[in-house]
């Protein structure tokens, strides 16, 4: 049986990566509630979607702190408060430093099959501008647990889609993002199954033990 999870969902934009959570959620395929939506940017279009849902809202931005630190204090104090097992960093364009606590409870979703085209300055269509000029034939998203630095930490999940001649950045982003819809929800009922371990880099994935949901997860 998969445990109800607490999540507090980080955005810094349009929000879609939240609208899926939310709608994976009313369709019972998420075994998870968004405790708090925390945004790094006030007015964003993504907030609507909180708003819709009675989430709470915090707008929490860089310019306000002095130091790392104290931004990412304020952030993870949030989510002390609203008691959340997991951040789910969703189209979320800050770096934070992971308090000891939260260390393997913060995820992240990257639109290309990390080390590929990822790190610093890596966001949006950016990346898939850069694999296309690279002439990767095939591109993906990873969702991967927050380190310290950019798209460094242990990877849980990726989903490869194909590249096709022609493809602009557009097309592309398009592409993975469907499979970013698939893959994160899948990742994220993965905790809720409490079926992830992490050794340091490497991430194993436990056989479902309850074959009462069908031995798969519904994705
Ligand atoms: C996607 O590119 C995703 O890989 C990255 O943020 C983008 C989605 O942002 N993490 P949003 O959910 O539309 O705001």
Do not use: W
Request: some cysteine.
């Amino acid at each position: 049986m998969a445990k109800q999870l607490r999540l507090a969902v980080f955005i810094s934009g349009t929000g879609r990566t939240l609208k899926n959570l939310i709608d994976r959620i009313r369709a019972e395929q998420l075994s998870a509630e968004i405790v708090v939506v925390v945004s790094s940017v006030a007015n964003v279009v993504g907030l609507q979607y909180a708003e819709e849902e009675s989430i709470p809202i915090e707008i929490i931005e860089r310019c306000h702190y002095e130091s790392l630190n104290e931004f990412s204090e304020a952030n993870f104090s949030v989510c002390r408060a609203a008691r959340a097992d997991y951040v789910v960093l969703a189209g979320y364009f800050r770096r934070l430093e992971i308090p000891k606590d939260f260390e393997s409870r913060v995820l992240n979703i990257h639109p290309s099959l990390i080390p590929a085209f990822c790190g610093k300055g890596y966001y949006g269509n950016i990346v898939h501008a850069k694999a296309l000029e690279y002439g990767v034939k095939i591109s993906g998203c990873t969702v991967h647990f927050v380190d310290q630095e950019y798209d460094t930490g242990p990877i849980i999940l990726q989903k490869s889609v194909d590249v096709y001649e022609g493809d602009t950045p557009n097309s592309l982003n398009d592409r993975v993002f469907a499979a970013e819809c698939q893959a994160y929800p899948e990742a994220i009922e993965l905790l809720a199954q409490e079926r992830i371990s992490v050794k340091g880099r490497i991430v194993k994935i436990a056989p479902l033990k309850d074959q009462k949901r069908g031995g798969e997860i519904d994705f």
